[in-house]
């Protein structure tokens, strides 16, 4: 029986052993361990690092073993302890200190490689110095954050976040203490990098000591001599060559000599390291950066917290962890786009794949690799769109409690409570929590250029040196086209017109001087204020000072302020960023062929005027077609370049622009475009739309009939449609439409002659981008008149087919450029399917499709509820609340015209009344952040209701019927005007001219009222000066 146990352990533990042997586990332990083995052995190896240094002869082929003591102990690499203590002193490892990296780096920046490399005691030093030196340069960096850690704890009384987390306390003595025992062990590094540098340089220079310096030199005897002891056993051939060659002579090297070569070789290695370790040197500056903003933090808080109100303290503590909230939140987004930027999605995301076995037996080859493509397709779909989906849902979760704290920060209490002063506490809470706007450039801003840049691109500041200095030439441009007036009655001018030209001219002088006399009236009043109590005057904002230190600012920090795309507001970006995108753009179109530094605009204009000249002479276009389209060579400049940027997308791609007004093409562009465009407006009248409300009316008439509860609603959105229609197809588009207009000539042209031009307005398309030159050899020019036509045309005679299927089925198909909305009752597999055949008509056509029972088309948002109609006002997620601030300087009439045209949007779209209420509220919180008055807005509110007949308060019950009039009432057509009895006038518009327009007419009756030109109305209009996009941004 004891045997049999034995027998039976022995057999257990044999079994054992043979698993333990076989797992997983244990082979990776037996792998690491080999592992192990080999590196220690090959550092070893390698450990004897000078071994080259001690070299006597120029033979490159060194054996580095060799250079190894035998006698050398090998340590046990399977002790645990030793281990351990390897991966405590194993310093990382950095590609950048690879020996190829570094020679491959030395051979293409330096004339002067080979002479550092072709020897081996120079290459040896490199590789011993090179990461003692980046030690040195990272410890040195590090050692000037800690010692500015100390300088703010001591200083400024103010230890960073960095500290606190390390130490856990706030105590001055042992946070300063940390840091200079940090500070030590930095400094002992430093001094010990230093200690190791000196001694490699100089046997660095022993080295070159022994090693002698050669030159050539002539023939002597002994080289005779030596040729003619060879003679045996030489060929002729190399006796003579043995004869004619000089023999090197070796000259011993000068200590200077010795002393430049050690410097070259240590600036070289300065400049690799510089290059390789400008990360670190960012990091470390932005550690500086973070601490000082943390200081900044801190110290508002506590100013705010010594004297908050009870009230403000409370909403302060409710809005701090929505701030750390809102802080994770970005982190997450900001990730996540650069995810979508880098094409790495997380694992949840990464980890999909649909796969599955195929039987090759019974499915031929070319059939499963087909399914095997769908799948992979399927993946990538799926991968992309639920990497769309995560980054919307997280950008939507940053939106939301963005604008949650915004709302708390603008109904932050100022007024006084229960005898406390809120003032100073609602001043140091706005320093305190105060967001930043689009700033990806990191500048930073004072809070009056803050407040600057919210009120938008838009703004215009009072500036009556303008309107004063624009006074003369106004003045002369009036009396010119009033003695005009009067020659045309074939009569003399005289006295009347200079009189009322010198009285204007006084009028304007003493508006355009109204600040001086304010300003002077303001000091009189401060003066007095000790006898008078008067209120107190706020100090004028110095707008010119600031636009000048704004762009002052922004180049130096080599930023780029732009209008962003969709939004309108400002978004600040580096120069940097704009020109990698833009690079990448231009790789991935394919578009543009760079012509370096060739200037093509004079060719460009030779050509165009002898194309020109070339179709008058073939009587193809007329005299004055050629006289109105040739160009005067000192009124042309190339095209230039510029992007806007979609700060409202995941990584801010840019949208190209290509501004050429003044382009050599740009006359046959637009002649082109108003010849054709009216055509295609005729042409596709039934299937276009240029408005949310077109759309609006088009789906009441449809959803009377047609409305069900199955009813889809489909918008499709057609990708980069401008840069996807070829050249040559989309010419050919235009000679379609005219052919299917049936039309031989437009405007005394040939059809014929109307491709001829289009074609070399397409073709000629040059621009100039960041010092270079460019020609557009693919797809149209985005800033080009003419494009838009030819892509219209284009997707018309695309479209005719899909309009046809989805007529005959009883839909409705619209189209507004590249935006297309379907509305139709098939089931959603069917009409998925139908997209899908679409797609494959035209290669250069890419549909993008959304289907549901509601849909978002241009500003409009449609539902299908229970089969109803429902329709109101659609807000991208780009969208921001701004309008033209109240307080820019503009006529009044400019600002009710855009509360009535939002107000009228509003009642068209909505057709419900609470959706109307809703929007009109959005509408006035809108308004009142762009600093409305709510007065103003009420009464607008009303006269909008007034002028579109809406005589009730609008309830629940006559919503529907006064909507409906709005709706049905005809659009006021423009009322044409008698050229001959008006006269238009245009002075620029500043502050204290309200009341100008009165007193110009007044004016004018007073001289002119019984004069032979007194049938001449005046409209007098106004001239802005420039608004802070045109101060700010420079798009060149």
Same mark, same amino acid.
């Given at each position: ?76 690499? #399977? ?40 020897? /081996? ?8 110095? %090179? ?11 590090? $050692? ?19 500290? %606190?987390?390390?130490? @856990? ?13 940090? %500070? ?38 002994? #080289? ?40 070259? %070789? ?24 973070? !601490? ?38 970005? +982190? #997450?987004?900001?990730?996540?786009? +650069? ?17 599955? =076995? ?41 939106? $939301?409690? $963005? ?5 708390? &920060? ?69 009396? *010119? ?99 990698? =995108? ?35 002479? !073939? ?29 409202? +997308? ?8 290509? /501004? ?23 042409? !596709? ?18 959803? *009377? ?78 800033? /080009? ?64 499709? #959304? ?120 659009? @006021? ?32 009756? +007073? ?5 032979? &030109? ?23």
């Amino acid at each position: 029986t004891n045997e049999q146990q034995l027998q039976q352990r022995t057999y257990n533990g044999s079994n054992q052993r043979r698993r333990q042997t076989t797992i997983a586990s244990f082979r990776r332990r037996q792998r690491r361990i080999r592992q192990q083995e080999y590196c220690q052995n090959e550092n070893i190896v390698q450990n004897n690092r000078f071994a080259l240094l001690a070299e006597n002869n120029n033979n490159d082929d060194i054996d580095i073993v060799s250079n190894v003591d035998d006698s050398e102990p090998l340590p046990f690499v #399977n002790n645990s302890k030793k281990n351990q203590n390897d991966k405590k002193n194993k310093k990382k490892n950095r590609t950048y200190l690879a020996y190829n990296r570094i020679m491959t780096w030395v051979q293409n920046e330096t004339s002067s490689s080979t002479e550092i490399l072709e020897t /081996s005691g120079n290459q040896a030093y490199l590789m011993a110095s %090179i990461p003692v030196y980046d030690e040195w340069i990272r410890a040195n960096y590090d $050692l000037q954050v800690w010692q500015t850690y100390l300088k703010m704890g001591t200083e400024n009384k103010h230890w960073a976040k960095e500290i %606190i987390l390390r130490t @856990k306390r706030r105590d001055d003595i042992v946070n300063s203490q940390f840091i200079k025992k940090k %500070i030590n062990q930095l400094s002992t590094v430093v001094a010990q990098a230093n200690a190791t540098i000196s001694d490699l340089k100089v046997q660095l220079r022993t080295y070159w000591s022994q090693v002698p310096g050669y030159r050539k030199g002539k023939p002597t005897a002994d #080289n005779v001599a030596q040729t003619t002891t060879t003679t045996n056993t030489t060929t002729p051939t190399e006796i003579t060559a043995t004869a004619t060659t000089p023999k090197p002579i070796a000259v011993p090297l000068t200590v200077d000599k010795i002393r430049s070569k050690t410097e070259e %070789i240590e600036k070289l290695i300065l400049k690799y390291l510089q290059h390789c370790t400008q990360h670190v040197k960012k990091i470390n500056e932005t550690r500086i950066q973070l !601490a000082k903003a943390q200081m900044d933090e801190f110290k508002a808080l506590e100013e705010f917290e010594q004297i908050a109100t009870p009230s403000q303290w409370n909403i302060h503590l409710t809005l701090k962890p929505k701030m750390k909230l809102w802080s994770t939140k970005n +982190k #997450n987004y900001l990730t996540a786009v +650069k995810r979508v930027e880098y094409d790495m999605p997380p694992k949840f995301i990464s980890k999909t794949d649909l796969s599955f =076995k195929i039987d090759e037996l019974i499915i031929s080859q070319d059939e499963a690799q087909v399914i095997y493509n769908q799948m992979r397709q399927i993946t990538r779909d799926f991968r992309t769109q639920a990497m769309t989906l995560y980054v919307q849902s997280l950008a939507r979760e940053h939106e $939301l409690l $963005l604008n949650e704290i915004k709302r708390i &920060i603008e109904g932050f209490p100022q007024d006084n409570d229960e005898g406390f002063n809120a003032e100073p506490g609602y001043a140091a809470f706005k320093q305190y929590h105060e967001l930043p706007i689009i700033n990806e450039a990191q500048i930073r801003l004072t809070e009056e250029e803050h407040q600057l840049l919210k009120l938008g691109p838009r703004f215009i500041y009072n500036d009556p040196k303008t309107a004063s200095r624009r006074r003369t030439t106004e003045l002369a441009t009036l009396q *010119r086209k009033i003695e005009t007036r009067f020659f045309e009655k074939k009569v003399s001018s005289g006295r009347p017109v200079e009189e009322f030209i010198a009285e204007l001219d006084t009028l304007l002088q003493n508006l355009h001087d109204t600040p001086a006399i304010s300003q002077h009236r303001n000091t009189s009043i401060i003066q007095n204020q000790s006898i008078v109590n008067h209120p107190i005057i706020k100090k004028k904002k110095n707008y010119g000072r600031l636009v000048k230190r704004l762009k002052h600012k922004f180049r130096l920090a080599n930023a780029i302020l732009r209008k962003s795309d969709k939004s309108k507001v400002f978004h600040i970006g580096r120069s940097e960023d704009y020109r990698k =995108k833009s690079e990448e753009y231009m790789d991935k179109t394919q578009a543009y062929q760079c012509l370096s530094t060739n200037d093509p605009l004079p060719d460009l204009i030779q050509r165009t005027n002898k194309y020109l000249l070339d179709l008058r002479l !073939a009587k193809w276009i007329t005299q004055k077609q050629y006289e109105n389209l040739c160009i005067n060579p000192n009124d042309v400049e190339l095209a230039h370049l510029y992007y806007l940027s979609k700060a409202h +997308k995941p990584g801010t791609p840019l949208r190209p622009i290509v /501004s050429g007004l003044k382009h050599p093409t740009i006359k046959i562009s637009k002649f082109l475009d108003n010849l054709l465009r009216p055509l295609f407006d005729k042409m !596709a009248f039934e299937t276009t739309v240029t408005s949310g409300f077109e759309l609006v009316k088009q789906l009441q008439k449809w959803s *009377r009939i047609n409305m069900h509860q199955e009813t889809l609603f489909c918008t499709i959105d057609v990708t980069d449609l401008y840069t996807m229609v070829p050249q040559t197809e989309g010419v050919l588009s235009l000679k379609k439409m005219l052919d299917h207009l049936k039309l031989k000539q437009v405007g005394g042209l040939k059809v014929e002659t109307i491709i001829r031009l289009s074609r070399f307005v397409m073709q000629n398309n040059y621009f100039s981008y960041d010092g270079q030159y460019y020609h557009q050899i693919r797809e149209g020019a985005m800033g /080009s008149p003419l494009t838009l036509t030819i892509a219209n045309c284009y997707m018309f005679f695309y479209e005719r087919q899909i309009v046809k299927q989805i007529s005959n089925s009883g839909g409705l198909y619209f189209r507004y450029i590249d935006d297309i909305f379907i509305t139709i009752n098939w089931p959603a597999q069917h009409l998925f399917k139908q997209i899908d055949r679409w797609n494959h008509f035209d290669e250069n056509i890419k549909l993008s499709e #959304n289907i549901g029972p509601t849909a978002d088309f241009l500003d409009l948002h449609i539902e299908n509820q229970d089969g109803q109609l429902f329709t109101s006002v659609y807000q991208k997620p780009s969208y921001e609340p701004y309008y033209l601030p109240f307080n820019s300087i503009h006529p009044l009439h400019m600002k009710k015209n855009i509360i009535f045209t939002m107000l009228l949007r509003t009642i068209r779209y909505c057709s419900t009344f609470q959706a109307y209420l809703d929007e009109r509220e959005k509408l006035r919180i809108a308004l009142l952040l762009n600093k409305y008055p709510n007065k103003f807005v009420d009464e607008q509110f009303k006269n909008v209701l007034l002028k579109l007949s809406v005589d009730k308060p609008l309830t629940f019950n006559n919503y529907a019927k006064y909507r409906q009039n709005v709706i049905d009432s005809p659009v @006021k057509e423009k009322v044409s005007l008698d050229y001959g009895k008006t006269m238009f006038v245009h002075f620029t518009y500043c502050s204290s001219m309200r009341t100008f327009p009165i007193k110009f007419h007044a004016l004018w009756n +007073k001289y002119f009222g019984e004069s032979p &030109i007194n049938e001449v109305l005046p409209v007098l209009g106004t001239r802005n000066v420039k608004n802070l996009q045109r101060h700010l941004t420079n798009t060149r």
